[in-house]
């Protein structure tokens, strides 16, 4: 079955192209009963306030958190990563519904407003391991949130070093000090719990494929004995072992 992706809000048609970037079919979901069709998700960036409000008005919260209770593969990009968490902080007053699952809170707009967007390179041990290339990514930033605290089955994949004088929130994230150097506050960025996948900044709007990679072998049980269930479409190349494209982020 197909890779579903959330389609609410935000940027949705990036990963759609991500995805078709790797040969696989990604399908929109706006509706409960559309989740019945596919076998993972994307929850994309955006805001996700205003996302919450569209998947409150479209019934989705009860569907979104079966999927993710029954083990199925979900990606929480940014907002998503906001929903998928089990307690986020920084809300707007009145909160917002969350779907949950992911042991975690997180800071909704860590790094500040929408001019402190940034770009850096991040290491990713785990993604480079799994998927080659790079020791880094491009992590793209749009307002975005932050891991302040993970429980004891979420597995850390990334993390920034935030110079301490750019922390606006303080959190028990660990420090780090070099002679002669601003301290640092390593910020974790990336996040695994089993089946439910979390990256605070937007992988989508980069030509690296690899954490979409990632997530297919996750969605697809690579290494668990489990058979092949992701659609690929025609035209695009369909190995998922293809070396990683670095050539630029598609926005700088
Ligand atoms: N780029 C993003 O998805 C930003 C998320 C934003 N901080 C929010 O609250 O929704």
Redesign the pocket.
């Known amino acids: 079955m197909a890779v579903g992706v959330l389609a609410l809000q ?1 940027s949705f048609n990036e990963h759609i192209a991500a995805l078709k970037r790797l040969g696989v079919k990604g399908v929109e979901i706006r509706k409960p009963e559309q989740l019945h069709n596919v076998t993972s998700l994307i929850i994309p ?5 205003t ?1 919450a409000k569209l998947a409150e008005y479209h019934n989705l919260f009860p569907a979104l958190r079966e999927f993710v209770k029954m083990g199925k593969p979900v990606w929480g ?4 990563l ?1 929903f998928l968490a089990d307690k986020a902080i920084g809300q707007k007053t009145g909160g917002q519904e969350l779907v949950g699952g992911l042991d975690c809170t997180i800071h ?2 860590y790094f500040g407003s929408q001019i402190q967007s940034f770009e850096a390179d991040i290491l990713v041990p785990e993604l480079a391991s799994k998927e080659g290339g790079p020791e880094t990514f491009r992590g793209v930033f ?4 932050a891991v302040l605290e993970v429980g004891p089955e979420v597995e850390v994949l990334a993390m920034y070093p935030v110079p301490s004088n750019k922390v606006l929130y303080s959190s028990p994230a660990v420090e780090i000090q070099e002679e002669n150097t601003t301290p640092e506050k390593n910020v974790i960025v990336a996040v695994r719990q089993g089946n439910l996948l979390g990256t605070a900044f ?1 992988p989508e709007l980069t030509a690296d494929s690899r954490w979409h990679s990632y997530f297919l072998k996750m969605a697809n049980g690579v290494g668990q004995g489990a058979s092949s269930s992701i659609i690929a479409v025609g035209g695009a190349d369909s190995s998922l072992n293809q070396p990683p494209r670095n050539d630029l982020p598609i926005f700088q």
Not at 45 to 49: I, K, L, M, W, Y
Not at 142 to 145: E, F, L, Y
């Open positions: 935000g960036g955006g805001e996700s306030t996302m990009t940014c907002a998503g906001i909704r707009n749009i307002r975005a949130p937007h």
